[in-house]
């Protein structure tokens, strides 16, 4: 079983990224997937979760309106889509499937400078 998360990166105030995370190993389609983010020196947050047929999102009030999830069956992929970045948004990005068991990624730096 793998989660490899992609797409991190350094970007200033105000801009975008997508990340993506592609699974393998296990049945994608039977799994809730969701992003979770741990800053440095605080605890891991989760910050945007779907449905195994993408049919329902929800999302932390901190990113609502701002980032968008959403996941590609065919390709084993969810995609974590962030705009308006903050200073705050910094922190490690995971990915986390959830279903009969749940895996997590390793994980992808995001930093966000002013």
């Known amino acids: 079983v793998q989660l490899v998360e992609s797409g991190g990166g350094l970007v200033q105030v105000g801009g975008s990224l997508r990340l993506s995370c592609a699974a393998s190993?296990?049945?994608?389609?039977?799994?809730?997937m969701s992003w979770h983010r741990q800053a440095p020196g605080k605890e891991r947050e989760l910050v945007a979760s779907?449905?195994?047929?993408?049919?329902?999102?929800a999302y932390a009030d901190s990113v609502r309106g701002r980032f968008t999830i959403s996941r590609a069956n065919t390709k084993n992929t969810i995609y974590l889509d962030m705009n308006s970045l903050k200073v705050e948004d910094t922190a490690v990005y995971y990915c986390?499937?959830?279903?009969?068991?749940?895996?997590w990624g390793q994980g992808t730096q995001v930093t966000v400078s002013s």
């Open positions: 986390k499937a959830i279903g009969e068991y749940v895996y």
């Open positions: 190993g296990f049945t994608f389609s039977d799994y809730a």
């Open positions: 779907i449905s195994r047929i993408g049919s329902s999102t």
